[in-house]
Every structure is written in C-alpha cells, then in structure tokens.
C-alpha cells in the first residue's frame, strides 16, 4: 500500500513486519529497499522488544523464559518484524495497523503501528497493549541509504561489556563506527541522501546508532536500552499501554 501528502510517497509492506518499504521524499529515496536478511532493509517495528536481549533469556517475576535466536547467540527485534500486520484503517496519507505479539512472546498483547503523513513530514506512532502484566520495548529500525552527510550530538554512550551487550555505564561519545547505544540527544539526528535533508526525532529515551554496515545507516530510537527488558524493565500493565513517536522531518 501507499500513503502521500506533497512530495512525500511512504510504500509499506503488511506481509514483511508491516515495515516501510519505501519513502521517498521530493523524488529520493530514503531508505535501503531491499536486502537478503530480514533484518536489512526498510524501516520496522520493534515490538515487544528492541535490540538484543542476551543469550535469549527473559528473567520476569522469578521465572525464566526463552527467546528465539533471531541473531545467535541473542534475541533480536522483537517478535513482529516478519510476520503479517492487519490494516484496521486506510486513507490517502495515514494508516492503522495492528498484530498480536505471537507464539515467540511468552506473554499476551498486541500492538498497533500508526504511519501518518502530514504536510510531508511522516509521523510513526506504536501501542502496545498488555493482555497481562509484562515487560516491553517499543522502537524502530530504519535503514536509510548512505548519506552524503550525517549528525548525532548525544550526552553520552552506553559501554558494551565483553559479549557486546549494553550496560548502564555511561562513557563520553568517541569518533568511530558504532553499534552503540546512546542517551540524552542534545540535538535530533539528521542526515542528507542527495538534496533531501531529514531529521529523525523521537520521544523514545534510548537510540542505537549502527554505521558500521556500508549498505546503510540506522538511527534507532527505543524506549529503553538492549535487554532493557531484563536489565530496565517497563512493566505494562492491562489498561496502561505503552506508547512512543518517531517523526522524520524534511528540514531542508
């Protein structure tokens, strides 16, 4: 399906995580249309949690459960990037869609992923709804193509222990490639593929940045740290969803 306001075009994929599989604005295309790994390509929901949780080991109230090795030897993105997602509402330039957490979560829920376009811009907007209480993560992963120019400006890095898994140790930004996660923006991402320049800003208190693929870039914004579910759990509750926003904004 398509949405469009302006010069804005947004292709999304239901059947593929219901993932942007396309979003081009004034004629450019923003983001890595395909790729051999799912993981690769478009622009998907993270949904019940957002990057790695370590050895695919959730610990919650006491019991332990496991995980599918998305990524081994972690889980990986959650539970919904690849399977179908059900249209509850389509217009012109906005779209409503929805999935439950399936088989891969030990816990009941669901999910619901608003794209809007609005004067070009696109504004995202993921629920997550609890069946029963349980820990979760909501994000995205976009995959823009290699820009011309890119710029983050965080407070700080979360420092990797040894497995490559985020810890709550804050560490000054360094200059290299990243796979990192960082906090406290003190200004939004931006980046600049061909003449479109857009920034990606968003509610969400963590992001990951990933630089280090030469297929593209991806500014990640979460609502927590990998195995935040483990490590800083946000416990939903029936009644008391969890709610986060991402807009890409065309600033020039």
Same mark, same amino acid.
């Given at each position: +399906?398509? &949405? %469009?306001?302006?010069?804005?075009?947004? %292709?999304?994929?239901?059947?593929?995580?219901?993932? /942007?599989?396309?979003?081009? +604005?004034?004629?450019?295309?923003? &983001?890595?249309?395909?790729?051999?790994?799912?993981?690769?390509?478009?622009?998907?929901?993270?949904?019940?949690?957002?990057? $790695?949780?370590?050895?695919?080991?959730?610990?919650? $109230?006491?019991?332990?459960? *496991?995980?599918?090795?998305?990524?081994?030897?972690?889980?990986?993105?959650?539970?919904?990037?690849?399977?179908?997602?059900?249209?509850?509402?389509?217009?012109?330039?906005?779209?409503?869609?929805?999935?439950?957490?399936?088989?891969?979560?030990?816990?009941?829920?669901?999910?619901?992923?608003?794209?809007? /376009?609005?004067?070009?811009?696109?504004?995202?907007?993921?629920? &997550?709804?609890?069946? *029963?209480?349980?820990?979760?993560? /909501?994000?995205?992963?976009?995959?823009?193509?290699?820009?011309?120019?890119?710029?983050?400006?965080?407070?700080?890095?979360?420092?990797?222990?040894?497995?490559?898994?985020?810890?709550?140790? $804050?560490?000054?930004?360094?200059?290299?490639?990243?796979?990192?996660?960082?906090?406290?923006?003190?200004?939004?991402?931006?980046?600049?593929?061909?003449?479109?320049?857009? *920034?990606?800003?968003?509610?969400?208190?963590?992001?990951?940045?990933?630089?280090?693929?030469?297929?593209?870039?991806?500014? *990640?914004?979460?609502?927590?740290?990998?195995?935040?579910?483990?490590?800083?759990?946000?416990?939903?509750?029936?009644?008391?969803?969890?709610?986060?926003? +991402? /807009?890409?904004?065309?600033? %020039?």
């Amino acid at each position: +399906m398509q &949405l %469009s306001a302006g010069s804005t075009v947004v %292709s999304i994929d239901t059947s593929a995580g219901g993932r /942007v599989s396309s979003l081009i +604005m004034d004629g450019t295309e923003l &983001l890595v249309t395909a790729a051999d790994d799912t993981l690769g390509w478009g622009l998907y929901p993270m949904v019940p949690f957002a990057g $790695r949780v370590r050895d695919g080991v959730l610990m919650f $109230r006491g019991l332990q459960y *496991e995980l599918p090795l998305r990524l081994p030897p972690n889980a990986m993105h959650g539970t919904v990037l690849d399977v179908e997602w059900t249209v509850v509402e389509q217009l012109p330039a906005k779209v409503t869609m929805t999935c439950d957490l399936g088989t891969d979560w030990p816990f009941t829920g669901t999910v619901t992923h608003v794209i809007d /376009v609005v004067d070009g811009d696109v504004l995202f907007t993921l629920t &997550l709804d609890a069946l *029963e209480p349980q820990p979760a993560q /909501v994000g995205w992963h976009p995959w823009f193509i290699p820009p011309r120019h890119s710029h983050h400006n965080f407070t700080a890095m979360l420092q990797q222990d040894v497995s490559g898994i985020t810890t709550n140790q $804050r560490v000054p930004v360094p200059h290299r490639k990243y796979d990192d996660c960082f906090v406290k923006p003190i200004t939004m991402p931006w980046i600049t593929i061909g003449d479109v320049k857009v *920034e990606i800003s968003s509610d969400c208190s963590h992001w990951v940045i990933y630089n280090a693929n030469p297929a593209g870039i991806c500014f *990640e914004p979460q609502s927590g740290p990998p195995n935040g579910i483990n490590t800083e759990p946000y416990v939903v509750m029936p009644g008391k969803p969890l709610v986060r926003h +991402m /807009v890409i904004t065309r600033i %020039s």
